[in-house]
């Protein structure tokens, strides 16, 4: 009798082991499959040499905007959506602090890559911005939107809205409306989501951080300025 | 809590599923370096994480445990629906996976509606979930003080 009584009590101790461990595995899964595709591009993955370059050639292809002195060692390339919450967070609370600790600093230089994925309101505010681009005033814009940040697509970004934010910098309204008009921006805002998702990006912001070397450090979200402090540091000091 | 292998086990759960709480709302981070950082804005979420993760680990636990040891249906069953409420409100931060399906199945469509809808009532869903969770610690309170009237 007392020999059944162990065992059955061996047994409901193993059978907790067992559910804890699927709760553990469980979560643990989620972990990775809600960050796998960024642990992908980070260089403590061990990718070799060439594939980061590869990545820095990718990335630093084609036109974009860019904040800061061309010659600085360090690229900070921005995949951003202006409707997401999360990349006005981080707009609000640390782009400050690397402006003015790296960008201004001449120790990296800030680009932007959109990736809308919030839905239409997303590419028209994305195509606003390069439409203000076109006259000096894309980072401004970019300011603006960041600012003036809504529910997402509850029509924050209207074009009406944007051709006020358009007003608001003193932008000249004619070329503004008809480069907005033309939609001649939606293949490159088609093409850097495409390029987003083909590095693996699946939130934003996401940035990549590239070094005169062409290594890449990859951060996602909304992560606090030291973080990129210290990617700066070890991509420059190799 | 009566024996230390449940509160091992209620540790376990309150841990692992705070650190998952507190990765995915972007408090901590594992790449490219370990950093856990709370932003002033963060405070009610990273609190409501916090008490998520308590409820969540003590109502799977006590459930698991009253199912195991129910000797009648009763019992069984609220242990059951305790389970399942506790897996319902525990999978409430699982929306941000949402964003995550919906760039694989292309930009918008019904799941990133869905995503857009409860990120911007996150603060709201949470506290739904806590409260919920409140209740069914209640219920198996209730329902532990009645197999002891039996006994």
Known sequence: MESVKRKVVRERKRETAISLGIVIIVIIGLLGYYHGPSHMLSPSQG????????????LLAGTYP??????????????????????????????PQLLQGLVKAGRAKLVWRDFDYLGPDSIVASEAAYAAGE???FWEYYDLL?????????????????EQFASQLGLNMMEFNASLQSNKYLQLVTSNYNLGTSLGVTSAPTFFVIGPDGKTITIVGDQPYSVFQTAVDSLVSG | MKT???LVATILVVVSYGLLLMFIDQFLFIAPYFVFYVPLTGLAILALDMLLSIL???VLVVSLQQVRSARCKGTAYTGFFAIFAALIAGACPCYYLVPVLTIAAGVGGALGAIGILLNAYELEVKTASVVLLLIVTWGLERN???TCRLK
């Open chain 2, 4 to 6: 230390p292998s449940l």
């Open chain 2, 144 to 146: 532990a003080r009645m």
């Open chain 1, 135 to 137: 006259q000096g005033k």
């Open chain 1, 146 to 162: 960041y600012s003036n940040q809504g529910i997402i697509n509850s029509g924050w970004a209207s074009r009406q809205d944007l």
């Open chain 1, 47 to 58: 990718s070799s040499a060439s594939s980061k370059s590869n990545m820095a050639t990718v």
């Open chain 1, 66 to 95: 860019v904040l800061g002195s061309s010659s600085a060692p360090v690229t900070i390339v921005e995949f951003g959506d202006f409707q997401c919450t999360t990349c006005g967070a981080w707009f609000h609370s640390q782009e």
């Open chain 2, 56 to 58: 969540t680990g003590i």
